[in-house]
C-alpha cells in the first residue's frame, strides 16, 4: 500500500526546492552579508556565471556580486539549452522569484547577456515587481537593433573563426578538438538565440540604463550603443573604454569603479 502523501509535506519542502532552483541559476560570486546593492551579471554568448569572478574581486565589501549560470555548460553541461531568449528570461525571472534578492538589485549584462537582462527586468515590471536600480548594458546593440548575422548558421570552422576574431584572448584554446566538441554546441545554441531575437523600438523599461561600449568592438557602434536611449523611461548615459568586445578583460577594475559610482550606497 503506498503511503498518502500528506499537503502539509510537500508545503514543508517548497523552500528548500525553491532555494534549490535558485542556487542552480544564480551562483555567488562575492557574498556580503551586510550590502547595501546586489550586482546580478548575465554573460555572453558561451559564457557562465564565473567570468564575473575577476569583477567580483574588485567589488566594495557592501556590495554582493551574483552571476546567472546559463543551462547547457559547466555543471549544467547535461541540461537542455534554450535557444529563445524571451524564455531564457522568463525562466532566469522564476529563479530569482522563488528566493528574491532582499535590497536593491542592479542588473549588468555583456553582450547576449545585455539583452537578457533587459527582458528579465521587463518581466519583473510586467509582474507588478520593482525593476532592478540600474541596467548595465555592455558591449551589445540596443534591443531594437537586433540582427540576424547568420553566425549560428556557419559551419565549425567558420563558428570558430568568428570567436577567435571577437576575443583573440581564447583563440589558443580553439586549436584543442575536444575543447571544440564541447564548447561550439553551446555557442551555436546561444548565438541562434541572440540572433532569432526580435524587439520592437517602443519597449522600455522604467530603470535608468548605462551603456558599457569598447571603443574598438567590431561589432557594436557607438550608434547601435546610443540606441539604448530609447528603451528606457528614466535616465541613460554611455561609457566608453579602449578595447574590442571583450574589453572587460584588461580593466576590470575600471569597469567596476564606473559601476560603483552609480550604484546606491556606493
Not at 65 to 92: C, K, S, T
Not at 126 to 136: C, M, S
Not at 198 to 212: L, N
Amino acid at each position: 500500500m503506498v503511503a498518502e502523501i500528506q499537503p502539509h509535506c510537500l508545503e514543508d519542502d517548497m523552500p528548500a526546492r525553491a532555494a534549490a532552483d535558485r542556487e542552480l541559476w544564480i551562483r555567488s560570486l562575492r557574498p556580503a552579508p551586510g550590502r547595501a546593492v546586489t550586482l546580478l551579471c548575465f554573460p555572453h554568448a558561451g559564457g557562465a556565471a564565473g567570468y564575473f569572478t575577476p569583477l567580483a574581486r574588485c567589488a566594495h565589501e557592501s556590495v554582493e556580486v551574483l552571476g546567472v549560470q546559463y543551462p547547457g555548460r559547466q555543471d549544467r553541461f547535461g541540461e537542455p539549452m534554450i535557444d529563445d531568449i524571451f524564455v531564457l528570461a522568463e525562466r532566469i525571472h522564476e529563479a530569482l522569484t522563488s528566493a528574491p534578492v532582499e535590497g536593491p538589485i542592479a542588473f549588468l549584462g555583456h553582450s547576449m547577456g545585455a539583452t537578457v537582462a533587459f527582458e528579465v527586468a521587463r518581466i519583473m515590471e510586467r509582474e507588478g515587481q520593482a525593476p532592478p536600480v540600474r541596467l548595465f548594458a555592455s558591449g551589445r546593440r540596443a534591443p531594437s537593433r537586433s540582427r540576424d548575422e547568420g553566425v549560428h548558421r556557419l559551419d565549425d570552422a567558420g563558428l570558430v573563426a568568428e570567436v577567435r576574431a571577437l576575443n583573440p584572448a581564447v583563440a589558443p584554446a580553439f586549436d584543442n578538438a575536444e575543447f571544440v566538441s564541447i564548447v561550439l554546441p553551446t555557442l551555436r545554441n546561444d548565438y541562434r538565440a541572440v540572433e532569432r531575437y526580435r524587439c520592437a523600438e517602443e519597449a522600455t523599461v522604467s530603470c535608468p540604463i548605462t551603456a558599457f561600449l569598447g571603443t574598438e568592438d567590431p561589432k557594436v557602434t557607438r550608434d547601435d550603443t546610443s540606441a539604448w536611449a530609447g528603451h528606457t523611461t528614466a535616465g541613460f548615459d554611455m561609457e566608453l573604454f579602449p578595447g574590442g568586445h571583450f574589453y572587460l578583460e584588461d580593466q576590470w577594475e575600471r569597469v567596476y569603479a564606473e559601476l560603483a559610482r552609480r550604484l546606491p550606497g556606493r
